[in-house]
């Protein structure tokens, strides 16, 4: 019985004294940032474009293509294309609201709620694909 209050009163004193008595010194500001002034004049960050839809479509030559459309503020900011599904995309942009989707060699007419879409890609005619 004697060991009870012995062994309360060395844990209790163990644990004591793993706390530190020392002051404790809280810097509100801290050092100044080297880099205060460039960060300031800095232009506000823009995020990219979110995908609105991603969409398989089957083209008249009996080949897929994979489109994610790209929408920015609830408006059609552009669509990334894919001849593969794990393929690297080409980014298409529209060049006046409401035409087609345009980058070097390519052409995209439609939407992510159209069925269907017309698409001229480089080297090849212009052809319909639905999705």
Same mark, same amino acid.
């Given at each position: 019985?004697?060991?009870? &209050?012995?062994?309360?009163?060395?844990?209790?004193?163990? +644990?004591?004294?793993?706390?530190?008595?020392?002051?404790?010194?809280?810097?509100?500001?801290?050092?100044?940032?080297?880099?205060?002034? #460039?960060?300031?004049?800095?232009?506000?960050?823009?995020? &990219?474009?979110?995908?609105? +839809?991603?969409?398989? =479509?089957?083209?008249?030559?009996?080949?897929?293509? =994979?489109?994610?459309?790209? $929408?920015?503020?609830? #408006?059609? +900011?552009?669509?990334?294309?894919?001849? $593969?599904? +794990?393929?690297?995309?080409? #980014?298409?942009?529209?060049?006046?609201?409401? @035409? &087609? =989707?345009?980058? $070097?060699? =390519?052409?995209?007419? @439609?939407?992510?709620?159209?069925?269907?879409?017309?698409?001229?890609? &480089?080297?090849?005619? %212009? #052809?319909?694909? %639905?999705?």
């Amino acid at each position: 019985m004697t060991r009870t &209050p012995l062994l309360i009163t060395l844990l209790a004193a163990a +644990a004591l004294a793993g706390c530190d008595s020392g002051g404790q010194t809280i810097v509100q500001n801290g050092p100044p940032d080297p880099m205060a002034n #460039q960060l300031a004049a800095a232009p506000p960050v823009e995020l &990219p474009p979110a995908i609105a +839809a991603t969409k398989t =479509y089957r083209c008249k030559d009996n080949s897929l293509v =994979y489109i994610d459309w790209l $929408e920015k503020n609830g #408006q059609p +900011a552009g669509a990334n294309f894919r001849s $593969e599904k +794990a393929g690297s995309p080409t #980014q298409l942009l529209q060049g006046e609201p409401g @035409g &087609p =989707y345009l980058a $070097e060699g =390519y052409s995209l007419t @439609g939407t992510k709620d159209a069925a269907s879409i017309t698409l001229t890609r &480089p080297g090849a005619a %212009s #052809q319909s694909c %639905s999705g």
